[in-house]
């Protein structure tokens, strides 16, 4: 799956900061462009497996079954 990552360079401190696009709360920077993809990517599956979580919290106890939708 692939993510767009919005990016921006702080002029100050010369860092990059970026958010995902279509995960708002996966924020993260870093001091080299190379370290912000490596912390967006941690950031992502963390944000990921907390939505899981939750999802799965938000059903508990129901019977429930799993499809997976396919977006292009």
């Known amino acids: 799956m ?3 990552i919005l ?3 702080d002029e100050k401190s010369g860092w990059y900061c970026g958010q995902c696009e279509q995960l708002p709360g996966a924020i993260s920077q870093g001091a080299t462009f190379e370290e912000l993809m490596e912390n967006m990517k941690e950031a ?3 944000i990921l497996e907390y939505n ?3 999802a799965r ?3 508990k106890g129901e019977r429930i079954f ?3 939708l396919a977006m292009a």
């Open 2 to 4: 692939e993510y767009t």
């Open 7 to 9: 990016i921006h360079k």
């Open 44 to 46: 992502i599956s963390l």
């Open 52 to 54: 899981k979580e939750k």
């Open 57 to 59: 919290e938000n059903f």
């Open 66 to 68: 799993y499809r997976k």
